[in-house]
């Protein structure tokens, strides 16, 4: 009867069943999210501190953008071509520095926080559908 | 410190001891729980300090392969929930003091907790195994995190990248059920005698 | 005999097929780009960032060489280069020149323009934009004394240019040309035309800003090209104020007087000179974006609008069937012509909506 606390065998059926439905559900999430998850170079740079939105910017012009919050992010957007345009957190204040060591994101949707700055850092678009822009 | 063999006790009398649930209120059975958590507790805490090395190019802070969670999956299977609690907490509080820092630990701390729950009801259903139970804490930790980082930037937008952290969640979590199946067979059946009552080798 | 579970092959071939599973949903929500990925080549030249994307076909020489093209006319076009075509005539004191058929044609559309502006639009203005500097990003940028700029405001004067074939005269020795105002037009009509040229069916040509479409975009709806927004960069800002939709070969150019620009003792200097004072034109407009033909047009009347200010620009691109989108510095929009512009809407939370 001590054998309550063994482990069993370590596949059962609901086991597999478990794994299945939360695969579907992430490959459901997937689908869903990479609607806008591709590489646009007409996106816009979206920031947001504390909920609110901070600023918009077009990713295809370099900018350094320094957001001033309970702590400090330096934002960097690195513009050029296919390849080499990013965006990332290149300095930060905050306790831990995630935001930092987070890799450079690219990808529509895709995004970069600093949970103690309250920061938000996305890219947006693709929706747009924005061949170039003109200024 | 030896009790004698009490197999010639009536079956009945037996099987009455084994019904009652007994508190671990023996010096034996806490010193064991104590030394096994504060074990698991260390192994734990070197495996999570072993993930922080990697750095990890990927999404949400705070998410980790999740290989210190081999240590809090073993406690739950060896000594139960409380256990596993324990170790999970022990740990995630040891590094934040040591390497993570504060702000990372509170974080850490919610996923942990949301994790250890899950686990522990996923044990009680009894119809999932250590991989399953494993999976559904790192899938309930995952989605707890993202949840909270969330509402903590009062921005959803990062749960995009909760379905591809999900399934790699799912794949970590696996591995680690994996781990702990192989290791909680190799070891030596003497340590989950628990409830049993003092039957000793 | 269910409970105990499954087999050990079994489950060994089901944890070996979940994980397989998995890897392949990570490894196919990749890059997102299962279609062709467009060629794009990107250079730094005419003091700005260029790029030819090329969307039709797999030939990256096409890209490569539309820049390289673009280098070339730079290197004719710009007075700053020594023994470019434009450093010739203004070197010649006053002498004949013989230039390329491109620069005779790039001379004529430049009086063009110096005429229907009323001489608003002045090429001779290089005496006086040589005194200016807005490209560098020295701190001290300085409005130079305007007793230099008196000096050289006589040397102003569209006047001057005389143009027979390929031969160019400059009739006052003093005159310089600077082609600034015109040429990025000029150099994006031409490379749309190599492209065109070497059968491309779908690019798009970005000098700076200027935008010119070449084609149709692939799959049939119109090119779709994002005015960004003039005004300067404010918290909370729109990066783009909407957007213009174009088809075929088209040339989508704009002028702004936030572009380029330093502030000295709180004034702010801005780089659209007005020939009459050789001080940057006093104006109300931000912006004005305008969809023509030729990028050459685009250039010299967007130019040549901001100099005139938003009543009188108006009233030409009315008269001129011309397309545009003007930006007054209160944040006024106006349109001209039949311009498909579609503004940008924002919606009370903040967000940021491009769509209808």
């Known amino acids: 009867m001590t054998e309550i606390n063994k482990p069993g065998n370590p596949i059962r059926r609901a086991d597999i069943i478990l794994i299945a439905a939360l695969l579907i559900l992430a490959t459901i999430g997937a689908a869903l999210v990479s609607r806008g998850g591709v590489y646009a170079d007409d996106a816009d740079v979206r920031i947001t501190v504390d909920g609110a939105l901070y600023g918009v910017y077009p990713i295809g012009e370099a900018r350094e953008i320094v957001v001033q919050g309970n702590y400090e992010n330096r934002i960097v957007i690195e513009a050029g071509d296919a390849d080499v345009m990013q965006v990332r957190v290149a300095g930060a204040t905050c306790p831990g520095k995630d935001c930092v060591h987070h890799a450079p994101i690219r990808l529509g949707g895709q995004s970069i926080v600093c949970l103690p700055n309250r920061l938000s850092v996305e890219i947006t678009g693709g929706e747009r559908d924005i061949d170039a822009f003109t200024y | ?201 | 005999m269910g409970n105990r579970g499954i087999k050990l092959k079994t489950r060994g071939i089901a944890s070996v097929v979940l994980l397989a599973a998995s890897l392949a949903v990570l490894t196919s929500c990749g890059d997102g780009d299962a279609r062709d990925e467009p060629i794009r080549k990107t250079e730094f030249l005419l003091d700005t960032v260029c790029s030819v994307t090329v969307f039709s076909r797999d030939d990256e020489d096409c890209a490569a060489e539309a820049l390289a093209l673009c280098a070339d006319y730079e290197r004719r076009l710009s007075r700053t280069v020594a023994d470019s075509e434009v450093s010739k005539i203004n070197g010649a004191g006053g002498a004949e020149t013989t230039v390329s058929d491109e620069t005779a044609a790039l001379l004529e559309r430049a009086l063009y323009y110096g005429a229907v502006s009323e001489g608003k639009f002045d090429v001779t203005i290089g005496g006086v934009s040589a005194l200016w500097d807005f490209s560098s990003d020295t701190e001290d940028r300085a409005a130079p004394n305007p007793s230099d700029i008196e000096a050289a405001l006589p040397s102003v004067g569209f006047e001057n240019i005389e143009l027979s074939g390929n031969r160019v005269r400059l009739k006052d020795p003093a005159t310089r040309l600077d082609l600034g105002g015109i040429a990025k037009g000029f150099i994006a009509d031409k490379m749309a035309e190599y492209l065109t040229e070497q059968g491309v069916e779908s690019a798009l040509i970005d000098l700076g800003g200027n935008i010119v479409t070449v084609g149709e975009k692939q799959g049939g709806a119109p090119w779709k090209v994002g005015i960004r927004n003039p005004l300067p960069a404010s918290e909370g800002a729109e990066a783009i104020i909407g957007s213009v939709e174009v088809t075929g070969t088209v040339s989508v150019g704009t002028s702004g007087t936030y572009e380029r620009f330093f502030v000295q003792d709180g004034t702010r200097y801005h780089h659209i000179l007005d020939p009459a004072t050789g001080f940057p034109a006093r104006t109300d407009l931000a912006g004005i974006t305008a969809v023509t033909e030729k990028s050459v047009d685009g250039e010299g009347i967007t130019t040549m609008c901001v100099i005139l200010g938003s009543d009188r620009a108006r009233v030409y691109l009315e008269q001129n069937d011309i397309p545009a989108v003007l930006v007054k510095t209160d944040g006024t929009v106006i349109t001209t012509g039949d311009v498909n512009y579609e503004p940008v809407s924002v919606s009370k939370d903040g967000d940021h909506d491009g769509n209808q």
């Open chain 2, 1 to 201: 410190m030896t009790h004698s063999h009490t197999d010639d006790a009536p079956p009945a009398a037996e099987a009455a001891k084994r019904a009652i649930p007994r508190s671990p209120s023996s010096a034996r059975t806490r010193i064991r729980a104590v030394t096994i958590c504060a074990a698991l507790a260390a192994v734990a805490f070197s495996l999570s300090y072993i993930e922080n090395l990697i750095p990890l190019p990927i999404p949400v802070p705070g998410v980790k392969l999740g290989f210190a969670n081999i240590a809090t999956l073993a406690a739950l299977y060896i000594l139960g929930g409380r256990a596993a609690f324990a170790v999970n907490i022990l740990r995630i509080l040891l590094a934040g003091l040591m390497f993570t820092g504060a702000f990372a630990m509170f974080y850490a701390l919610s996923g942990g907790i949301l994790a250890v729950i899950a686990m522990i009801l996923l044990k009680r259903a009894r119809v999932f195994s250590v991989v399953g139970v494993s999976v559904g804490g790192s899938a309930a930790h995952i989605t707890g995190q993202i949840l909270l980082a969330s509402l903590i930037v009062k921005n959803a937008a990062i749960f995009t990248s909760l379905p591809l952290l999900l399934i790699s969640s799912i794949i970590a979590g696996a591995i680690v059920g994996l781990i702990v199946y192989l290791l909680l067979r190799a070891l030596p059946r003497a340590i989950f005698r628990q409830r049993s009552g003092p039957r000793t080798h």
